[in-house]
């Protein structure tokens, strides 16, 4: 089992900066490859960004790219997903979640979830 935390949302207006965190305990976090998701109201959950288990492969959907950065220290079980030049359209929650045998970019590809972090950007 992995056990997801995250934090780091909040109200920010348009043009600023989050960092999100996501703390992993459990099994040997740095086996797992981690993706970070978002849902908005009445929407589905869609994908936004996912990272290797090594951290040497990145994907991101196109709507983030140039804007948001993931990365992970595996010494301190965390991966993190700094956003840069926030826009309305980015509100949501957001979730992190783990799978064993890498990267993904698909919902249904992953094991474990966390309870998911509140984004809200302002105009």
């Known amino acids: 089992q992995v056990q997801l935390v995250e934090s780091g949302g909040g109200l920010v207006q348009t043009g600023g900066s989050l960092r999100l965190s996501c703390a992993a305990s459990g099994r040997t976090f740095s086996n797992y490859g981690v993706g970070w998701f978002r849902q908005a109201p009445g929407k589905e959950r869609e994908f936004v960004a996912t990272i290797s288990w090594s951290g040497s492969f990145t994907s991101y959907r196109d709507s983030v790219k140039g804007r948001f950065t993931i990365s992970r220290d595996n010494a301190k079980n965390t991966v993190y997903l700094q956003m840069n030049s926030l826009k309305p359209e980015d509100t949501a929650v957001y979730y992190c979640?783990?799978?064993?045998?890498?990267?993904?970019?698909?919902?249904?590809?992953?094991?474990?979830w966390g309870q998911g972090t509140q984004v809200t950007v302002s105009s």
């Open positions: 979640a783990a799978r064993s045998g890498g990267w993904g970019t698909v919902v249904g590809q992953y094991d474990y």
